[in-house]
């Protein structure tokens, strides 16, 4: 099968869809971030052909080989998005790469990107992770420890999220989840919402989601052999 032709398809396919549940909903239509992650070039510079700027990426090594050397001659067009855990020696990359990191999820990690901003000169935009199934295997705030974390980015810290990421347990029905989550937010006073992937960002535009993050219905099966 063509790349170019499959993946120009599926971005328009999941466009329309995003703007179908938006405008059903009468909720502001959410960024479509194209989750790359582990997809080989040729796929990417089919979503590239086609139009996409925003991408997805969860591993800052693989990322920064990706969008630092391979596609390097894009990277100023682009919006690059860290969803995937961060390990407080790779903030420094994670910093000078992204513009937007998804997955801030402990007070060692904010201080490491502030001490980054300083050390690079910018300071990426950021989300707070909640572990709303307080899964063991999985990141993110457990959802009792929002509060008190949020206070401390804001007082100890001068930090102020764009919002909160969640990704629900794999086996429960989706809905229930991003309704806790935009509550959780409106509470908490953000507005940003990263929730939604590609079986299920059609349930969590009606709550409110602001970035949905969509790789596998776009880009075909990751194939991680
Ligand atoms: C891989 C991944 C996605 C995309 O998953 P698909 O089901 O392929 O759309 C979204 N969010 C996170 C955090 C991911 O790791």
Same mark, same amino acid.
């Given at each position: 099968?063509? !790349? ?13 869809? &995003?703007? +179908? ?9 959410? +960024?479509? $971030? ?6 080989? !070039?040729?796929? $990417? ?19 920064? %080989? ?8 894009y990277r ?6 860290? &969803? ?14 992204? !513009? ?27 989300? $707070? ?40 347990? &794999? ?28 079986? !299920?960002?059609?349930?969590? $535009?009606?709550?409110?989601? %602001? ?6 219905a776009l ?5 991680? +052999?």
């Amino acid at each position: 099968m063509n !790349d170019h032709l499959t993946i120009a398809d599926a971005r328009t396919e999941i466009l329309q869809r &995003i703007d +179908t549940a938006s405008k059903t909903a009468g909720v502001t239509t959410p +960024t479509l $971030i194209a989750v790359s992650k582990v997809q080989p !070039d040729n796929r $990417i510079q089919a979503g590239l052909d086609a139009g996409l700027t925003v991408f997805g990426e969860n591993r800052v090594q693989d990322a920064q %080989t990706r969008w630092g050397e391979t596609f390097a001659s894009y990277r100023n067009t682009l919006e690059l998005h860290l &969803i995937g855990p961060l390990q407080t020696n790779k903030a420094k990359d994670a910093v000078a790469l992204f !513009d937007v990191i998804h997955t801030l999820d402990r007070e060692k990690l904010a201080k490491a990107l502030l001490n980054a901003a300083d050390a690079v000169g910018r300071m990426p935009r950021v989300f $707070i992770q909640v572990n709303l199934g307080e899964e063991d295997q999985k990141a993110g705030v457990a959802p009792d420890n929002l509060p008190a974390f949020l206070d401390r980015l804001r007082s100890e810290y001068k930090l102020e999220p764009e919002g909160l990421m969640c990704i629900p347990p &794999i086996n429960e029905p989706a809905a229930p989840h991003f309704w806790r989550l935009e509550k959780m937010a409106k509470i908490s006073g953000l507005k940003g919402l990263s929730m939604g992937m590609s079986a !299920d960002f059609e349930t969590a $535009i009606p709550f409110g989601a %602001t970035h949905v993050r969509v790789g596998s219905a776009l880009f075909g099966a990751r194939d991680y +052999t």
